[in-house]
């Protein structure tokens, strides 16, 4: 690994892990801010969901500015946009004012994943994308650690506005050292001679990819998921478990421990991306459709949440990492990945609607018993791809 590669890996790591800093903050806060602000439930629900529907909206349009314009600079002005709203969510209590906010807050996250992800493919060869993505995949896992148990901290010691202007000033540090020491990928940098520009017919081109739907639609379900746990998982530990807020931002960290060691181990494995994920995620079913029988106290909660976050964030990270940077190949790298993460997000902007409706109607037993159905979709859906396309873009008609 080159100096600058090295560099671009450290820091377009750290910006993405950074930019959960101010993602995790709020569902670490919600408990607190349900007892200091009234905020109700709705009012949690209409701020998940207003984030929600701009991230997703705006996946797309980033990652064709991202392929057409160069990553750097939209990453920066994201993080800087992101971090600077929630300096401003700090500072007010009135719902309608934290639903404007938060709903930025998304179109601003929505250049992180794009951008980061187009660096990476601008510095790293197709032959050692794989293992080096797995790696480098642990940031949302990393940054969802820190995020929630810094924000549980700060909540539990300091109060919920301290949980968000910390993460915000420290990912306005990233954005500063991201802008200062970040290589430039920008199609006209002299640093990239050999690659030709990236055109709006080279990403019109890809986006025709019957198999970027297919991803897309599996990863709907995965990310349905993951943001029920990333949005309610501290809420349930308190409220259904009875732990104190800063406990339950500790243990529900062991869900993306998990993760963590997840996406490594089985990113390393030598198994075609659909393959690997449609049999991680048949795995995961089990262990979600189990949860709600064996899990009822700290000693198994932790242990049982390491295992779904182990099965659920590597197909996650490999769904829209490696497997769409192959789809969109060398010039349409981050137009696929956010057009795979916007089809996801949609699932994750569903998830904020249903969630609220499903917990106070049929309890969070339910929640558990559809999250373990919807991963056997998902499953199924990976496990009916044609052969000829497990291997990535180059063999695709």
């Known amino acids: 690994m080159t100096s600058e590669q090295a560099v671009s ?17 709020f569902s670490v806060a919600k408990y607190r801010m349900k007892d200091t602000v009234g905020l109700s439930l709705q009012a949690m629900g209409y701020i998940d969901m ?20 160069g990553p750097k600079q939209v990453l920066v002005l994201g993080l ?29 996250q929505a250049a992180g994943w794009p951008s980061t992800v187009k660096i990476m493919a601008k510095q790293f060869p197709v032959e050692t994308r794989t293992r080096i993505m797995a790696l480098w995949s642990t940031n949302y896992q990393a940054g969802g650690i820190v995020g929630t148990a810094l924000a549980g901290y700060l909540t539990a010691t300091y109060g919920w506005r301290s949980a968000f202007i910390v993460p915000g000033s420290i990912l306005f540090a990233i954005a500063v050292l991201n802008q200062v020491f970040l290589p430039s990928a920008d199609p006209a940098s002299p640093r990239y001679p050999h690659e030709e520009d990236t055109t709006l017919t080279d990403v019109l081109n890809m986006l025709k990819s019957k198999d970027i739907l297919r991803y897309g639609a599996a990863y709907f379900f995965v990310k349905y998921i993951r ?20 406990v339950a931002a500790y243990v529900s960290v062991s869900l993306e421990v998990g993760g963590t060691v997840g996406v490594v181990v089985l990113g390393f494995v030598p198994v075609e991306h659909s393959v690997l994920c449609s049999w991680s995620l048949g795995v995961l079913s089990l262990w979600l459709f189990l949860y709600p029988f064996v899990a009822h106290q700290i000693v198994v909660i932790v242990p049982v949440l390491v295992l779904i976050g182990f099965f659920l ?7 829209v990492g490696a497997a769409a940077q192959s789809l969109g190949g060398p010039h349409a790298a981050a137009s696929a990945c956010s057009t795979i993460n916007a089809i996801g997000s949609l699932g994750a902007f569903v998830q904020s609607v249903l969630t609220p409706y499903f917990v106070q109607t049929y309890g969070w037993d339910f ?12 499953a199924a859906i990976l496990a009916t791809f044609p052969e000829k396309v497990r291997h990535g873009y180059e063999e695709l008609p």
């Open 50 to 69: 207003g984030y929600l529907l701009s991230y997703t909206g705006g996946q797309v349009p980033a990652g064709l500015i991202v392929d057409i314009c």
């Open 313 to 319: 964030y590597a197909p996650d990270s490999i769904i």
């Open 80 to 108: 800087m946009g992101s971090s600077l709203i929630s300096l401003g969510f700090a500072s007010t209590s009135n719902s309608t004012v934290m639903i404007i906010l938060f709903t930025l807050n998304g179109f601003c």
């Open 227 to 246: 943001y029920a746990f990333l949005f309610w998982l501290p809420f349930y530990l308190q409220s259904a478990i009875g732990l104190a807020e800063d």
């Open 367 to 378: 929640l558990f018993y559809l999250l373990s159905f919807f991963s056997v979709v998902a």
């Open 9 to 25: 890996f450290v820091l377009s790591w750290l910006a993405y892990a950074g930019m959960y800093l101010t993602r995790k903050n």
